[in-house]
Every structure is written in structure tokens, then in C-alpha cells.
């Protein structure tokens, strides 16, 4: 038999052997999901059964940062002429200018996380002593932060952190660094204060009042972050088995952290995330949110700025901590968080000491919400996200 033959007799027995090829499974196929979906207020749980008037005084105050946006310009002018407590007056004003959409997750559902958050307050010094020996630091000069938008419009939201090494931009120092023996921040401290537990969860809240020994208050406010992501120390006990779901609450947190004191600072440590704060003038009861504008207890909430416009109202239905018991609130959006992604997702501000923090702190409920948008406003997501 020749060679040609050959080689087209084995290529005919190969071929006739071989198994046909397994056809490819279909891909699944992406569903884009609206962000908002515009309702009715008779959509809104026991909306003629709010109280809107608190809730248009906090509005109110946004309108210092957002009267001059041609969106706002209207509504802000409007709400001048309502009577200040008249519910009835405030609920009118919000039906007769506004529209209510619901937020929707990426999936299509309807429903998100709620947290709460408030202000701490702690004894603190001045000065360093045997009884305030923990350090909080104003924003240190060698922490660079990095803009990329003009290179790169869709990172307009993000920022980078770092400090200069040699002639390379490395990372911030993390938060075990920081507390750590090396000491990288001496000179930048603000003020001391006695427990390193209550100044670690003074960092998860952003900010915080400081009871001096004379008898001054004085109130802090975030300033800048190191740049690393924040982690979930929580979410570490659970994966543990330190704590049940059931058992987590801040409170019970901080309890875990005093009884194990070895494990509980390699614990604090595994959140590398570090906040650096300012000091606000005397006087200050409240400290502003990332508007600007002075918080209000229980009607400002943190939100997603990518998905909410910052000093809009927005209804919120969730319960109350730790409960069944219906939170349903015209609240406005007026400040955002380092773990405050998503669109249906926020965290309630519950004001000032150790009651709002026994709130807050035990608060992680589900719930929906609808964002109030001028009814001459077009939501389109790309604008929303640069409000």
C-alpha cells in the first residue's frame, strides 16, 4: 500500500472514532436592573401617617449645599413658605413637588441592608498621662491622595491613597503599623484618650465628641482615611465561631475585644483601615456629614452616593433595632461610608452618646427605599452618580 493511502485510511478510522463535539451550554444572559422605579406616595408604607415636618427641617439645611443646583433651585425656594411643625403642610409639600421611585438592587430585588451609626463621646486629654496613653491623629502631611479622573472619567468616585518612598508611591500605612511599636505618626496626635476599644469603634463612626478634664466638649469630625478597605472585625468573629449571629452587636463586640485582650488587638489589627480626624469649632453639637451640612439625630441618613444625589429625601422602611416594630421615615441623605455600597443599602444616624450607640449598635435590619426627586428632575444614573 502506498503512504498516501495509508495516511487516508488511518484519518477515515480516527475520524470515525472520534465522538462528536459536546456543544457549548448556553450563557446566561445579563439583565441590566433600573436603579429606580418610579411609584406613587400611596406606595409608601404609612405615608399619611409620617411625620414629614422633621424631616423637611433637615431638608432645609441641605438646601444650604444644593439650592444653587438648577434641579434643586425650585424645590429648596418652595420649601421656605411651609410652616415650620405643620405636618399636614410638609406632607403637601413633598406630594406637590416631588416623585417617589424605588430603589432596586442589581438582582431586581427590592430589599437592603440598614445600619445605624452616632456620635461617641469618650474622656480624652490634650496631653498624654498614665490614664490617657491612646493616640487619635489629625490627617498627617505625608498622606498623598491620588485623583484619577482626569486620566481615567470612570473612576471619578474613587481616590488612592499612598505616601512617597524613595521616588515610588506605596501604600499608607496600615492600621497595625500606625498603633504598632514603630510609632510612624508621632507629632500628629490630636488627643489621647484611656480605652484603645472605644477609640478603635470612634474610627467605625467617623466621629466623635472628647470630654476634656476641664469640663470642655469638643467635637471631632473625620478628616481622611489611609486607604486601605475596611474590614468587618464582626464579620471575623462569625466566620470564627466566636460569636453567633444572634449575639453580634457592638456592645457584645466590644465585650469579646476586653475579655481577650491579646487576640482582641491582633483582631482590631485585621481591619487595616485607619481614620484620621479634625477638630470643629467650639460650640459644635453635631458634626457634618459628607454634604457639608450638620447632621440631624434620626432623620439624616449615609447613602450610596452613586446611586442616591446627596440632600435628597428619601423614605425609608425598615424596624427598629433588634426588632419587628415597623421604622418607617422620611429621612434626607446627607452623608455616605466607607461600607455603604449598594443601592438599597444605608445607615441611619441616631445622634449623640451612649443611648443613640446602644441603637446603632445593635442595628442590622432589613429594608426598602424610595428616593424624593423634584419632579422636573430626570433620575438617569450616570447624573445621580455625580450628585
Not at 444572559?29 to 433600573?34: D, F, H, N
Not at 467605625?204 to 473625620?222: A, F, T
Not at 422620611?330 to 441603637?359: E, N, P
Request: proline share 8%.
Amino acid at each position: 500500500m502506498k503512504l498516501y493511502h495509508f495516511v487516508i485510511l488511518v484519518l477515515l478510522v480516527l475520524a470515525g472514532c472520534a465522538q462528536p463535539p459536546t456543544p457549548p451550554l448556553p450563557q446566561p444572559v445579563a439583565v441590566e436592573v433600573e436603579p429606580l422605579r418610579q411609584v406613587t406616595f400611596s406606595d409608601l408604607p404609612l405615608w399619611q401617617e409620617n411625620t414629614p415636618a422633621a424631616a423637611l427641617d433637615t431638608f432645609l439645611n441641605s438646601c444650604r449645599a444644593i439650592a444653587r443646583r438648577p434641579e434643586w433651585t425650585e424645590v429648596c425656594a418652595e420649601s421656605l413658605f411651609v410652616a415650620a411643625g405643620d405636618e399636614q403642610a410638609a406632607r403637601h409639600f413633598f406630594e406637590n413637588y416631588f416623585s417617589p421611585w424605588q430603589l432596586i438592587n442589581e438582582d431586581g430585588t427590592e430589599t437592603g441592608t440598614i445600619t445605624g451609626y452616632y456620635v461617641p463621646e469618650m474622656a480624652g486629654s490634650r496631653v498624654r498621662d498614665e490614664l490617657y496613653r491612646y493616640p487619635l491623629y489629625s490627617q498627617p502631611a505625608d498622606l498623598l491622595t491620588i485623583d484619577l479622573s482626569e486620566v481615567y472619567p470612570e473612576l471619578a468616585n474613587y481616590r488612592l491613597r499612598g505616601r512617597v518612598e524613595g521616588n515610588r508611591v506605596v501604600p499608607y500605612f496600615e492600621r497595625g503599623e500606625i498603633d504598632g511599636s514603630a510609632q510612624p505618626l508621632i507629632g500628629n496626635e490630636l488627643f489621647w484618650v484611656a480605652d484603645p476599644v472605644e477609640l478603635f469603634f470612634l474610627h467605625i463612626q467617623g466621629s466623635g465628641r472628647i470630654l476634656l478634664p476641664d469640663g470642655e466638649k469638643v467635637m471631632l469630625n473625620y478628616a481622611n482615611q489611609n486607604g486601605h478597605r475596611y474590614h468587618s472585625i464582626g464579620k471575623l468573629l462569625l466566620e470564627r465561631g466566636a460569636m453567633s449571629r444572634d449575639q453580634m452587636s457592638m456592645q457584645n463586640i466590644r465585650k469579646w475585644v476586653n475579655e481577650n485582650p491579646i487576640a482582641g488587638r491582633e483582631l482590631l489589627d485585621e481591619n487595616p483601615s485607619y481614620i484620621f480626624f479634625r477638630e470643629l469649632e467650639i460650640g459644635v453639637e453635631s458634626p457634618p456629614g459628607a454634604l457639608g451640612i450638620t447632621l440631624s439625630a434620626e432623620r439624616s441618613l449615609a447613602v450610596d452616593r452613586r446611586s442616591v444625589p446627596l440632600g435628597a429625601p428619601v423614605f425609608l422602611a425598615a424596624s427598629w433595632p433588634n426588632s419587628d416594630k415597623p421604622l418607617n421615615r422620611l429621612m434626607v441623605a446627607q452623608d455616605t461610608g466607607g461600607a455603604i455600597k449598594g443601592r438599597v443599602r444605608a445607615d441611619f444616624f441616631w445622634g449623640l452618646g451612649a443611648d443613640a450607640g446602644a441603637l446603632a449598635g445593635r442595628m442590622k435590619q432589613q429594608g426598602r427605599m424610595w428616593v424624593l426627586l423634584p419632579k422636573t428632575m430626570q433620575p438617569a444614573p450616570e447624573a445621580l452618580s455625580i450628585r
